[in-house]
């Protein structure tokens, strides 16, 4: 069963529905906003995407927004609120990974202007590109978080079934990964 069946036969009001509505597949241009989706997906590893989507506003709160100038400056003192924070994840490699990869996302921005302009440079890359890529710049991103990000984003096909209602929609932002 694809996310577009199992998420098309939910309320309207469930996490899932909403999150397969209003945000999968859709192009993000803020770099916070991008950072917030990475964090979600590496959190996500070894859980349900339901529990991530339930406790997304206590991430956007504990991780400052998503905010990556901030995060990339947390302390030792930060890890450990966050390794305290009932609303989150609390798993020590996926807290550093995000604040290491925070101050990747910095160093990409001095270099290429933004965290989408260095994801905008390697638009035509295929999975398998993508998933060496992410792993030689960034921590804790293994295939699917890899893919799975890329995908909710924009940067790779395949978020929505063409029969699905909320493809169309997705088409009309003008994915990334059609900008070839």
Same mark, same amino acid.
Not at 39 to 67: D, P, V
Not at 118 to 125: C, P, R, S
Not at 159 to 180: A, F, R
């Given at each position: 069963?694809?996310?577009?069946?199992?998420?098309?036969?939910? =309320?309207?009001?469930?996490? /899932?529905?909403?999150? &397969?509505?209003?945000e999968?597949?859709?192009?993000?241009?803020?770099?916070?906003?991008?950072?917030?989706?990475?964090?979600?997906?590496i /959190? @996500?590893?070894?859980?349900? !995407?339901?529990? $991530?989507? /339930?406790?997304?506003?206590?991430?956007? %709160?504990?991780?400052?927004? +998503?905010?990556?100038?901030? $995060?990339?400056?947390?302390?030792?003192?930060? *890890?450990?609120?966050?390794?305290?924070?009932?609303?989150?994840? *609390? /798993? *020590?490699? #996926?807290v550093?990974?995000?604040?290491?990869n925070? @101050?990747? $996302?910095?160093?990409? @921005?001095?270099?290429?202007?933004?965290?989408?302009q !260095?994801?905008?440079?390697h &638009?035509?890359?295929?999975?398998?590109? !993508?998933?060496?890529?992410? %792993?030689?710049? +960034?921590? +804790?991103?293994?295939?699917?978080?890899?893919?799975?990000?890329?995908?909710?984003?924009?940067?790779? =096909?395949?978020s &929505?079934d063409?029969n699905?209602p909320?493809?169309?929609?997705?088409? #009309?932002? %003008?994915? #990334? !990964?059609?900008?070839?």
């Amino acid at each position: 069963m694809s996310y577009c069946d199992f998420s098309n036969n939910l =309320p309207a009001t469930n996490v /899932n529905r909403i999150y &397969h509505d209003t945000e999968y597949g859709f192009p993000i241009d803020s770099d916070d906003e991008l950072f917030g989706r990475l964090i979600l997906e590496i /959190n @996500q590893a070894g859980l349900s !995407w339901t529990t $991530i989507l /339930n406790k997304k506003e206590n991430f956007r %709160k504990a991780y400052k927004n +998503f905010s990556i100038k901030k $995060i990339a400056r947390f302390t030792e003192k930060d *890890r450990a609120r966050l390794l305290n924070d009932a609303g989150i994840i *609390r /798993n *020590r490699l #996926k807290v550093n990974a995000a604040i290491h990869n925070a @101050q990747q $996302i910095l160093e990409l @921005q001095k270099t290429h202007g933004s965290f989408a302009q !260095w994801l905008d440079t390697h &638009h035509t890359l295929d999975r398998a590109a !993508w998933v060496k890529l992410f %792993k030689k710049t +960034f921590k +804790f991103t293994g295939g699917e978080i890899t893919n799975e990000f890329l995908m909710s984003t924009g940067y790779l =096909p395949g978020s &929505h079934d063409d029969n699905c209602p909320i493809y169309e929609k997705v088409l #009309k932002t %003008k994915p #990334k !990964w059609l900008e070839k």
